[in-house]
């Protein structure tokens, strides 16, 4: 039998258990699979470079919510290409997952410069969309105001 583990699914609000077979691919469209905690380091550094507002999705494998939202959430990543996505198992990353207080899946975060600057927790389509294109708006700003020339 697989690694097992339980974890609160954010809208179904049971525990569930994950079965090694259980795996789906997070990686579609330009969202990054977060491999091990120096791939996030590597990741959140490109980002400060590049300018860019990362939003970290914390999901797991064999949650419902989680399966739902992975097609939207990589459509948002090739709309808007200057903001970071990134995709973290739960249950890959325990103990960095652990860091960052996760409590359900999926959650998501908005960071700028390493900063969180938003979160949302659950499989909530029209709120993740809200945050992304608000966040993918004020990114688009200060590319804008960064370019202006005096």
């Known amino acids: 039998m697989g690694l097992k583990r339980l974890m609160r699914c954010c809208c179904c609000c049971i525990a569930?258990?994950?079965?090694?077979?259980?795996?789906?691919?997070?990686?579609?469209?330009?969202?990054?699979?977060?491999?091990?905690?120096?791939?996030?380091?590597?990741?959140?550094?490109?980002?400060?470079?590049?300018?860019?507002?990362?939003?970290?999705?914390?999901?797991?494998?064999?949650?419902?919510?989680?399966?739902?939202?992975?097609?939207?959430?990589?459509?948002?990543?090739?709309?808007?290409?200057?903001?970071?996505?990134?995709?973290?198992?739960?249950?890959e990353l325990m103990e960095f997952s652990s860091s960052w207080d996760i409590r359900a899946t999926p959650t998501f975060f908005f960071l700028k410069n390493g900063q969180q600057v938003d979160k949302l927790v659950g499989a909530n389509k029209p709120e993740l969309e809200k945050k992304v294109v608000a966040v993918a708006g004020a990114s688009s700003q200060a590319d804008a105001a960064g370019s202006k020339t005096v």
Not at 16 to 23: F, G, S, T, V
Not at 63 to 88: D, H, K, N, W
């Open 16 to 91: 569930k258990q994950a079965d090694d077979e259980d795996k789906i691919d997070f990686g579609g469209g330009n969202v990054h699979v977060v491999t091990s905690k120096e791939d996030w380091d590597q990741k959140i550094a490109e980002a400060n470079k590049d300018g860019k507002i990362v939003v970290a999705n914390f999901s797991a494998s064999w949650c419902g919510p989680c399966r739902a939202i992975s097609p939207v959430y990589a459509e948002m990543s090739q709309t808007y290409p200057q903001l970071m996505f990134l995709t973290i198992d739960v249950d």
